[in-house]
Each structure stands twice: as C-alpha cells, then as structure tokens.
C-alpha cells in the first residue's frame, strides 16, 4: 500500500471512529455472564484438554462488546507502535499502558471475574491477571500495511509458572489467517496443523508454551487488528528473566520509550 493509500485508509477509519464518540461501554462482567452461560463449558473443556491446551470459537463475545472493541481498536489508531524484525514481524502494537489511560473498557474486560472464572474452568488451572508492569497483559495488534505478519512462534511464558493467551477477533478486513501446529511438544502425539481466520468477536485460548503458531501476511489495502489478554498461573519473573522480556517488549513490540518509561515511574512510586 502506498503512503497515500494507508493514509487514506487511516483517515477512513478514524473518521468512522470519531462518529462513535459516543458509544457506551457495556459492563463487562454482564456482557460475559450472559454469553458463557449459553455455552456446554464442560464440552468446551475436553476440546480444551483433546487438543492440546487450544480451543477456537467464531463468536464469542457479545455484539455490544465487540462493537465497543472495534470502537478503542480504530480510536488508537494514532498510539500504534509500528514494528519491523526482518525474517520474523511487522506490523503494530499498543500496549497496556496506552490502553490504561485511552480505552479503560479493554482493562476492564480483562480483569472481569467472569471472563477469568470461564477461562478457569477451560484450563483447570488458577489464573492471575500479569503483574502491572507487563506491557503484554492486554495489547492491541494492529496489521494495516502489505505484508504486515509474524513468523512461527510460541507465545513463551518468562513467568515462573504458566501463561495462557486469550486472542479475540476485533477487525478483519484481511486475508490473515492464524496458523497453528497442535502437540508439538508432546511426543506422544502427531503435530496436527490447523488455519483459522478470526472474525470480530471470535475467540482463541491456548497455553502460550504449546501453541506452535503465526498470522500470514496482509495484502495491499487490509487491516486486521486483534486484542490478546496474559493470564498467569504465577507472577513472579526472575530478574534475567524480566530483563529478557523488557527487551523483547522493546525491540519487537511497544518501544523503548513505552517500555522503559513506564518501568522508570513504576520505580519513582516505590522509591
């Protein structure tokens, strides 16, 4: 896409995001609530469990949470971080911080006890939100030039304990699609490869450590912006640990600036 193009696009959906100044942010635990209780959870569970710690559901939020979602989404179009490793990533990111002061709606579905009682019964475990200082607690991801993508990976948990990523659809005007290999750390069990392409309101739960998987590249004139939420089974992080992902953060993610500032006032509060 041109400079030109993207600059268009932009304009388009900012103007589209200014003309819902107004929308109203549903209560999140409500909006859940009235969801999963529809849902066979225990069915759910055992695709959880069969898979190999993975599950995908085309709609799972409700209408007025994906609309508030999109509303954030195009309304911090101007926050995006845009990112470049070659051979690996492209494209953009807004990390929980930004988030925290321009769209509270998206801090407050993360911590909704709904949300993180359903994600419970999923996985079997005790989730925790991350700790205040993790800029990928909840992050935005934003995928709006040609070839926008990232590579094959794990979403690798530098906590002590285990980190689960909850990845819901907000925009997709793109031919992206998340691809995905099941088991491949259980020798026990073929890698089986799977494809999904994520519509607003779709769901993706898995655990980090096992999910082998990467988002194909964007095609000229396509944005796709997805929201990923962290839960932890243990927030604690040894120090060469927290460095390593304060690193990462920076380098392919969130900047310097963002990363570094914030863990620079988180210090200034303790002292």
């Known amino acids: 896409m041109s400079t030109h193009a993207e600059d268009d696009v932009i304009a388009a959906v900012s103007a589209d995001a200014a003309s819902s100044a107004a929308l109203a942010a549903p209560n999140a635990d409500r909006a859940v609530a009235n969801r999963t209780r529809t849902f066979d959870t225990p069915r759910l569970r055992k695709d959880f ?16 949470v994906t ?5 954030s989404a195009r309304a911090l179009l101007d926050e995006v971080n845009r990112n470049y490793l070659p051979g690996h990533k492209q494209g953009g990111s807004v990390s929980r911080h930004t988030i925290d002061r321009l769209a509270p709606f998206i801090a407050e579905l993360y911590r909704s006890k709904e949300l993180i009682g ?17 800029p990928h607690a909840y992050a935005l991801y934003y995928y709006t ?7 094959w990976h794990y979403d690798t948990s530098y906590y002590d304990g285990r980190r689960y990523t909850l990845l ?13 290999e099941l088991h491949t750390r259980n020798p026990d069990v073929p890698d089986r490869p799977g494809s999904v392409q994520i519509p607003p309101g779709g769901l993706v739960f898995f655990d980090g450590d096992k999910l082998r998987h990467r988002v194909t590249p964007a095609g000229a004139n396509e944005m796709r912006v997805s929201l990923t939420f962290e839960y932890v089974t243990d927030p604690n992080m040894r120090p060469w640990r927290r460095f390593i992902s304060n690193m990462k953060d920076a380098i392919a993610y969130f900047g310097f600036r963002q990363v570094f500032r914030q863990l620079a006032a988180r210090g200034k509060d303790r002292a």
């Open 49 to 64: 469990a069969a898979q190999g710690a993975f599950l995908y559901l085309e709609d799972f939020l409700a209408s007025e």
């Open 67 to 71: 609309a508030q979602l999109i509303h």
């Open 118 to 134: 359903w994600l419970e019964q999923l996985s079997g475990d005790k989730l925790q939100v991350s700790p205040v200082d993790d």
């Open 145 to 151: 030039r040609p070839g926008d993508h990232i590579g």
């Open 168 to 180: 819901l659809g907000v925009i997709d005007d793109s031919s992206c699609r998340l691809d995905y």
